[in-house]
C-alpha cells in the first residue's frame, strides 16, 4: 500500500492576524506526508532541498515511515522559501517573498524501490515536471491524484493539459475551476474538467468544505466550523495527505471511498489550521483523528422525515 | 398547526446576468407564504399592500391555505418596490431603487384571529414593528423566528437588540453575523448572539450552506451545487419559509428536528432560484420537494470507516 508524494519541502515565513513565525518548515510535500502518516507508514517521499533543511525534521518524518531515498539534498544549496501574510478573513493573502531556490532545478529521478508504487500524489509543481514523474514509473499506480494552481493556468496551460491528461484525480481551488473551465457554475465547471481527462474532480473552497465530483454525481465535506483559524497555510496539501492517506490504507479508489477520503482529509486540514505551519500536524494521534472525523459526521448528520 | 408570516409583499424589478424582468411579485412574506404552504394550509399573512398587488397573486395564495384578514389593503397607495441587479457570482448586487410606498407607514393591526398562532415567523422589517407584532400576540407562540440586516444594525441597533431577546431564533447571514457580534469566527459570531437572546442562530452563506447554532451545538446544510443560479432573489426569505412549515408541520421545536427543517428550507431555496421571482416556488409539488430533499441526503452522506 505504498503512497508516493511528490512537492516541496520548504521554509516558509508567515503573518496573520493572529502572529507571526520567520522561518517554519513546509511546502507541499512536508504537508502532504504528515498527514497521509497517519494512514499508512509506507511513504515514498520525492522533493528537494538544501543543505539547510533541518536533519531533526527529517528524522521527525522517517520515524513516521517516510522514505527520504527520494529526496535529493544540494548541501550547498538552500530549499524553496516562501513568505506570505494572511488578511482577516484567511482566505486571501499576499505574497511577500518567493525564493525558488534548489526547487528551480528540480528534476526528479525516481528511485527503482519507488516505481512501483501503488497511489500517487502530485504536489503543486511545474506540470512538465508532475508528467515526467508519471512517465518514470514502472507499472500506472492505482491513483494518480494531481494539485495544481492557477499559476500554471496562465504560463503552463499547454502542458497542464497534458498533465491532466495522465492523472485520475485533480484538485483545485474554486477560482482555479472557474479559470480552468471558463465556466462559474461549480457544476458545469467540474463537468468541463472531467471532460480534459480526471475522472475526479475536488474543488476546494476553504472555510467552505470541498466538492467531489465524477460524472454525475457530486458529494460535499463541510469545513469544520473552527473557533479559531490561527495560520491556514498547508491546509490544502494537508486535506491531500488525508485524503491520499486514506485511499493508500484501504486500498479502494471507489467513489464512495472517495467521499469518507475527502472527509479524512478535511478532518485534517481542521488541525492543520489551529497552530503555526505543521506543528499541530506533528502532535496528532489517532484518538484525536477520530473524534474529529465524529465531529464532522454530527455536523451533518440529520433525519430523514419526509412526506406530509 | 398555525403559522403567522410577517413581512413585506412587494414588486420587484431584477437584472440578473441571465435576464431581467421589470415586475414581478416579491417581499418577504410573499415568498415565506409560498413555501411554507407546502407543508401547511394554515398559514396567517400579516403585511399591507397598494391597490396595485394583482388579485389573481392573492387568489393563488389563499387557495393554498394563505390567510389574508391580516394583509392590510391600502387601494390608492402602491405596493413597496425594490429593483436590483446582481454581479455574475449572484452573491453581491446593486440596489438600484427603493420605494417603500405603503411599507413606509406599515403598523400592523393583528386580527383577534391570528393572536393565538402557534409558530411566528417575523420577515425582515423595522425591528420596533416585528416587537410590536410579537406585544399584539395572547399567547407566546411555540417558536419566534426572526429575519433581520444589517440595515438595522446601522440605523437601530437597540431596537434590534430589544426584538432580538423576545425570539427563539435568529437568521442572518455570514457578514451580519459578524457585524452584529463584532467577531470574525462564526462559532465565536453565534455565541455572542445567543448571549444577546435568540437560544438559536442560524447564519445562511448563499451558495455555502447555512449553520445553525445552539449552545455548543453546530449543525451544517450545504446549499445544492447548481448547474444555473439563475435569480437568487426571495432564497432566504424562501429558506425561512420552508423553515418554518417544517416546524409547523411537525409541532417540534427540538434542535434535532430544527436540522430537518434547514434542509426543508435548502431544498425549497434550492428551486427559488431556478427561475425569476416565486415562478419555481409556484409550480412544485410534494414529489419535486421529496426528490430534492433526497439529493441533499446524498450530498452529505458517506459512510464512516474510521480506526488504522
Known sequence: MSLMVVGSMAFDALE???GKVDRIIGGSATYAAWAASNFTNDIKQVSIIGGDFPQ???DKLQHRGVDFDGVEVVKD???FFWSGRYHMDMNTRDTLVTELNVLEHFNPQIPESFKESEFLFLGNLVPAVQASVINQMKERPKLIVMDTMNFWMDVALDDLKKTMNMVDVIMVNDSEARQLSGEYSLVKAALKIQA???KYVIIKKGEHGALLFHEKHVFFAPALPLEDVFDPTGAGDTFAGGFMGHIARTKDVSFENMKTAIIVG???ASFCVEKFGPLRLQELDSVDIEARIQEFVELVNFDIVISN
Chains 1, 2 share one sequence.
Request: no cysteine; net charge negative; charged share 20%.
Open 56 to 58: 531533526e525534521e527529517i
Open 77 to 79: 544549496g538552500k530549499s
Open 266 to 268: 478535511s478532518a485534517l
Open 16 to 18: 496573520t492576524p493572529f
Open 196 to 198: 480534459m481527462g480526471p
